[in-house]
């Protein structure tokens, strides 16, 4: 148990080496333990191909998970073999059985509903989900956003190392600008009030406090949306005021949509789907949309005209209306 526990500490060294964020690192450090207690205690370094075959195949035959989730809990297993344990697995074909993958039309929101809910919610909460709305955000985007890249001069939102790796900017929707501008000074007022408090600093992203180590003390790297009290980093013990939490903002979009009596699955998710088929909709090319999402393929972007293909079935009048 001891050398497990030191592998573990290891990985999460290397994930932080790395600049992962918690999450992943919280995901991949689960994943390797899962891996070490299925195979009764076993030290990954006397297992290889056929034990990493048995894990997944295990994962999607009797867990029956998902095959994103397969794939994450393979990409930790590489990570492990790979960056904590030197063995490469390039060349290893690991053959196991994959999860079964369904392709689903995502569900979403007509304009309507998406204003039914955006009214049932409320301060902060309203606030992130009009600029999840208004941008096609992720959940993950829209919170990590920091003052500085909103640009009300140009009316541009800079969205840095996105899930598909790659930066991207995006219009500002004027509806909410004069809401975001009280926003940072909102958070001016705050961060003025927490250096008096002997706090104020933030968490800079890829070690950029040594690099840069006034700048964690800067009003404009500020989480534009914070939370309302500071809090211990997890990673460096810190007293420090992170951004709103994904699991608060996901259970006030929850409590808004049952209020708004939308019956539908609305997670933060719906409103980006929602955004990318209202700008299909409203003729806006494909390509445009694909860069607008940041996805890295056009073939993901794509899944939107199936949504729009839908719902124009509804134009198709049954023989019970005839």
């Avoid at 075959?53 to 073999?81: D, G, I």
Wanted: charged share 25%; hydrophobic share 40%; net charge positive.
């Amino acid at each position: 148990m001891q050398i497990k526990k030191k592998l573990l500490d290891i990985v999460r060294e290397k994930i932080r080496v790395k600049h992962y964020s918690i999450k992943t690192e919280q995901s991949y450090v689960g994943w390797v333990k899962q891996y070490i207690f299925f195979h009764n205690k076993k030290h990954p370094i006397d297992m290889g191909k056929r034990e990493i075959e048995e894990f997944l195949t295990y994962l999607a035959v009797e867990r029956k998970v998902s095959p994103a989730t397969q794939n994450q809990a393979f990409s930790a297993l590489l990570f492990l073999y790979t960056q904590v344990l030197g063995i490469d697995l390039k060349d290893t074909n690991i053959q196991a059985l994959r999860a079964q993958e369904r392709k689903h039309i995502p569900v979403v929101l007509t304009k309507d509903e998406v204003q039914k809910v955006l009214i049932n919610l409320t301060g902060i909460y309203q606030l992130i989900v009009y600029l999840m709305y208004g941008c096609g955000l992720r959940m993950s985007e829209a919170l990590s956003l920091r003052i500085k890249d909103v640009d009300f001069g140009f009316d541009k939102i800079y969205i840095w190392d996105s899930k598909s790796l790659t930066d991207r900017t995006l219009p500002l929707p004027q509806a909410i600008k004069q809401r975001l501008l009280a926003q940072v000074d909102y958070v001016a007022k705050i961060h003025k009030k927490d250096l008096e408090d002997g706090f104020g600093s933030v968490y800079m992203p890829y070690a950029l406090e040594k690099k840069y180590p006034k700048a964690q003390l800067e009003t404009k790297w500020q989480f534009l949306f914070p939370m309302t009290n500071v809090s211990r980093d997890p990673r460096s013990e810190i007293v420090r005021r992170h951004h709103v939490h994904a699991k608060t903002l996901s259970r006030n979009i929850k409590i808004a949509s049952q209020k708004a009596n939308v019956h539908k699955r609305v997670t933060s998710h719906i409103f980006r789907h929602s955004y990318a088929t209202h700008l299909l909709q409203a003729g806006i090319d494909l390509r445009s949309i694909q860069e607008l999402l940041g996805h890295k393929s056009v073939e993901t972007t794509m899944i939107y005209t199936h949504v729009v293909s839908e719902m124009n079935k509804s134009k198709v009048i049954s023989p019970l209306d005839f």
